[in-house]
């Protein structure tokens, strides 16, 4: 079936245009994206064989962890609509996550997660770092600690307190992310 052979308004542009794009299953979303389709399939049916990938059910970042190639293997998905896919996921990212500002007081987990999530979301590896604060809790660095593998990372207490005590820090916070796309701070 085509897109052409939907009810008007149950086309993906049509239904944006009429109800606005909150009203949009994933699969519209990415049917928009993706355009056209092939001789077989619609760019709808594209776009759901595409999110049935999303094992984690996180939603549409998950498309944030393939590579252009990766994406190239489904049929339908060539170079250039893979590359705006990864192009639209850095977007994403970037419009959602704000800048730090260094003058910022860092009283809560949610202000640090801000300074980790732009460096943390979406590796493939784990990652642990630390935020060096001074005495008022304003960032002075962030340390990398560590990057390990895709489902463990091995550090010391004493790797990862070496920094803050040779700079004579006050203050510190110190984080790990999970390939999973969830971040944890402590």
Same mark, same amino acid.
């Given at each position: 079936m085509?897109v052409k052979?939907?009810?008007?308004?149950e086309?993906?542009?049509?239904k944006?245009e009429?109800?606005?794009? $909150?009203? %949009? &299953?994933d699969?519209?979303?990415?049917a928009?994206?993706?355009?056209?389709g092939?001789k077989? !399939?619609?760019? /709808?049916d594209?776009?759901?064989?595409?999110?049935t990938?999303?094992e984690?059910?996180?939603?549409?970042s998950?498309?944030?962890?393939?590579?252009i190639e990766e994406?190239?293997?489904?049929?339908?998905?060539?170079?250039v609509k893979?590359?705006l896919?990864?192009?639209?996921?850095e977007?994403?990212e970037?419009?959602t996550?704000p800048?730090?500002?260094?003058?910022?007081?860092?009283?809560?987990? $949610?202000? %640090? &997660?801000?300074?980790?999530?732009?460096?943390?979301h979406?590796?493939?590896?784990e990652?642990i !770092?630390t935020? /060096?604060?001074?005495?008022k809790?304003?960032v002075?660095?962030?340390?990398?600690?560590?990057i390990?593998?895709?489902?463990?990372?091995?550090?010391?207490?004493?790797?990862i307190?070496?920094?803050?005590?040779?700079?004579n820090?006050?203050?510190?916070?110190?984080a790990?992310?999970?390939?999973?796309?969830?971040?944890?701070?402590?």
């Amino acid at each position: 079936m085509s897109v052409k052979n939907l009810n008007f308004y149950e086309r993906p542009y049509e239904k944006l245009e009429r109800y606005g794009a $909150e009203s %949009l &299953s994933d699969a519209e979303i990415l049917a928009i994206l993706i355009n056209s389709g092939t001789k077989t !399939k619609t760019a /709808l049916d594209i776009a759901r064989e595409l999110t049935t990938k999303d094992e984690n059910n996180i939603g549409l970042s998950f498309l944030a962890q393939y590579s252009i190639e990766e994406l190239m293997k489904i049929q339908g998905i060539g170079r250039v609509k893979a590359i705006l896919i990864k192009a639209v996921c850095e977007f994403a990212e970037r419009y959602t996550i704000p800048e730090l500002n260094p003058n910022e007081k860092i009283c809560t987990p $949610e202000q %640090l &997660s801000k300074i980790f999530m732009k460096d943390l979301h979406g590796k493939k590896q784990e990652i642990i !770092k630390t935020v /060096l604060l001074n005495s008022k809790n304003k960032v002075i660095r962030v340390v990398t600690n560590s990057i390990g593998t895709v489902n463990s990372n091995s550090i010391t207490i004493k790797e990862i307190l070496s920094e803050p005590v040779k700079s004579n820090t006050p203050k510190i916070a110190v984080a790990h992310n999970h390939p999973s796309r969830r971040l944890y701070s402590k």
